[in-house]
DNA sequence: TTGGAAAGTCAACAAGGCTGACGTAAATTT
DNA sequence: AAATTTACGTCAGCCTTGTTGACTTTCCAA
C-alpha cells in the first residue's frame, strides 16, 4: 500500500479499479431496473412511462418543456408516452394559467396508485442495499455517482434534490 | 441526529433519502453511458455492441453462452450484434478445440483499437469521479452497487472481479 | 445410435429512441 | 397591428436493440 510522491493513496485510481467501478455500475443499473420492470411488463407499459411518471410525481404541476430536459428525450418520444398515460387516466395535463402555452402535468389517484407500487418496488431493493452498506457507504456511493454526472443533469439533479 | 432504538443511525434510509439516491443513479447512469455512446454514433456500432466488446476483451476466448449470461440478453439479439463485430474485423470467432461446438471470441487488433478509445473514455470520466469524491467514498460507492446487484449478477460480476 | 446441448439463422414484431415537417395557439417583440 | 417566437402536439418514417418462435447443423455423451 505505497503512497503517491504527493502523499495521496492513489491505489483507487488503477485501471483495474475503474475497470471495476464501470463493471460494478453496468451490473447494478440491471438491478436498479429490474423490479419496477417486472411490474411494468405486461401492462402496455415500459421503462419510458415509469421515468415519465417518477418525474411528474416528484414535481407536480412541472411542464412538458421541463420534463423534456430532464428526461433528455425528444419531444415526440416523451409525447408519446404521455399521451398513453393521459388516455389511461394516470396522468392529467391542465393549460397553464398565467402562460396558456404550457401544460401542466399531475398524477390522478390511478397514476398514484402505480407510482407507488413501482417507487415501493425501487426503493426497497435501495433500502436493502444502503442497509446492507451502512451509512458512510450510502455517502460514498451518492459522492461518487454525482462527480459522474454531466454537469448539466447535475444541475437537474440538485434542484430536484433542493426542491423536495 | 437522532439514533433510532436499536442504536443505530438509520436517517439514511428514509424514503427522501431512498429517492435520492435513484435519482443519482438514473442522471449518473447517463453521464456514465456518454462519452461512448458519442465515440460510436456515426460508426454503425451502439451500446449493445460496446458491451460485447468490452465483456470479450474482459474474457479473451469466453463462449458465445458465457457472454449471453453475462449480457442478459437473447442469443438472437447477441447474434446480430457479434456478426456485424465479426464481419467488420474487430472480433474473432474460433471453434473450440476441446468442444467444437462452442466458439470462443477474441479481439482483433482492429477490436483492440476501438476497445481502448472507448474504455480510456469512460475510465476518464470514472477516474474524474473517484478523484473527486476520494477513496473512502469510492468503497462505499462499490459496496452499495454490489448490494443492489441480483444474486445472478452478483455472481458473475465477482467471478470478472477474481478473474482479473 | 439417439437424445440433447450449443450455436446459428430466418422471420416477424415491439419499445423507444431519432429526424424532419407541419400546425396551432399564445405570448412577445417590433 | 403585424411579425416572430415559444410551447406543444402530431404525422410519417427510420434505427437500434430487445423479444418470441421455428428450424437447422454440429457434435458430445449416455
Chains 1, 2 share one sequence.
Do not use: C, W
Request: aromatic share 6%.
Amino acid at each position: 500500500m505505497a503512497d503517491t510522491p504527493g502523499g495521496e493513496n492513489l491505489l483507487f485510481l488503477t485501471d483495474e479499479q475503474l475497470r471495476k467501478g464501470i463493471e460494478a455500475m453496468f451490473f447494478a443499473y440491471r438491478g436498479f431496473t429490474a423490479d419496477p420492470d417486472r411490474i411494468l411488463e405486461g401492462m402496455d407499459y415500459g421503462r419510458a412511462h415509469h421515468r415519465a411518471i417518477h418525474f411528474v410525481h416528484r414535481s407536480p404541476g412541472t411542464t412538458v418543456s421541463n420534463l423534456l430536459a430532464i428526461l433528455g428525450v425528444t419531444k415526440q418520444s416523451l409525447n408519446r408516452v404521455l399521451r398513453t398515460l393521459i388516455e389511461d387516466g394516470l396522468v392529467r395535463s391542465e393549460k397553464g394559467r398565467v402562460d396558456a402555452r404550457e401544460r401542466h402535468l399531475y398524477l390522478t389517484e390511478k397514476g398514484l396508485v402505480l407510482e407507488r407500487e413501482l417507487s415501493d418496488a425501487q426503493r426497497a431493493r435501495m433500502r436493502a442495499a444502503y442497509r446492507a452498506a451502512g451509512p458512510s457507504a450510502v455517502q460514498g456511493f451518492r459522492q461518487v455517482l454525482e462527480a459522474m454526472m454531466d454537469p448539466e443533469m447535475r444541475k437537474q439533479y440538485n434542484r430536484l434534490k433542493e426542491g423536495g
